[in-house]
């Protein structure tokens, strides 16, 4: 899929790009590897480890359509990862979140359809799906925009599409890291002691190196529009604690702004539109595109079936749950 191809990343030196940089790398041959951000320290980081002939960097913002519109020349596939992320922050500045993630999704679809770019896939999140903080407001919005992008392409021959998962462990900004300094810090304490929202909070778990792969995968599979969310699993933020360290204790501070005690991917509301295949579920857009695509059947012609009309994908009610064992072997290399 990416043999020969010149691939552009937006927010490409996060922990996505650089796992998407390193498998392109090692399993496929593009023509060229573009990293497009806005920090010059981290573009200089990542070239010091990634620096094969095919790689570009160019420093940008989303929020600058010129600049994307240069930077898209002759790309053949757009993988959007630039977004605010941090819900309290976000709380706290909600246009910076709204010109990053609504304004700035809307500026790398025009440059695509300028562009001619064939593949533009969208990241988005378990937060866009009945979005109660403005970090997923932003996120939803910024899906419909890439979902209905398919509209307003004319006769170019462009697909856009939206890739939604969970928690990423071990990405700058996760619960491991952040409690592993925290174990780090109490390493001469008898007690240890981690911060809790609720003990009985649960949240989606994906690795970095799945949700990259699923990312390529969805590029053969897609047929634009269509949110593809993969089948994974569910932790209690308790097990994933006691994973780290079995011996610390817990106390209970709340939920902070905008946070969720359960994550929903694929809401009751959407259960309608959505389909299961055998390792991921797609959720149709809400809007019918003149081509008239049938999207219980993807572009490698695998057919998925209807959910039930009361269907919800909830990290608390999966059938899909990890145990501490998985849960070690997950966070045994952060």
Request: include cysteine.
């Amino acid at each position: 899929m990416l043999n020969g191809k010149s691939i552009l990343i937006t927010g490409g030196t996060g922990s996505f790009g650089k796992k998407f940089v390193e498998l392109a790398l090692r399993l496929y041959k593009p023509k060229r590897l573009v990293i497009y951000s806005r920090d010059e320290l981290k573009q200089y980081e990542m070239n010091q480890i990634y620096n094969d002939k095919c790689m570009r960097y160019f420093i940008g913002d989303v929020r600058d359509e010129k600049r994307l519109k240069d930077a898209m020349n002759g790309i053949d596939i757009c993988i959007h990862a630039a977004a605010l992320k941090h819900v309290p922050i976000a709380e706290y500045n909600p246009m910076e979140c709204i010109k990053t993630n609504i304004n700035g999704a809307s500026n790398v679809i025009d440059a695509c359809i300028y562009n001619n770019v064939s593949k533009v896939i969208a990241l988005s999140t378990d937060k866009a799906a009945s979005p109660i903080n403005l970090y997923g407001a932003t996120k939803l919005a910024s899906d419909k925009l890439f979902t209905s992008a398919n509209n307003i392409k004319g006769s170019k021959d462009i697909k856009f599409s939206v890739v939604r998962y969970g928690n990423v462990i071990g990405s700058r900004g996760s619960v491991v890291p952040f409690f592993k300094r925290l174990l780090q810090s109490q390493k001469d304490s008898p007690i240890k002691t981690l911060p809790i929202t609720d003990l009985d909070m649960t949240r989606f778990f994906i690795s970095l190196d799945h949700g990259v792969k699923f990312v390529i995968e969805c590029l053969n599979k897609m047929q634009g529009g269509e949110i593809f969310i993969p089948k994974i699993p569910s932790m209690k933020i308790t097990d994933l604690a006691h994973a780290l360290s079995p011996e610390a204790t817990f106390e209970v501070i709340g939920k902070r702004p905008g946070e969720k005690l359960h994550e929903v991917m694929i809401s009751t509301e959407d259960a309608c539109l959505s389909y299961e295949f055998d390792s991921f579920y797609v959720i149709a857009p809400s809007i019918s595109f003149q081509s008239g695509i049938d999207f219980s059947t993807n572009a490698l012609k695998e057919k998925g079936k209807k959910v039930a009309p009361n269907f919800t994908y909830a990290s608390n009610t999966n059938t899909n749950w990890l145990t501490q064992a998985q849960i070690k072997d997950l966070i045994k290399d952060i």
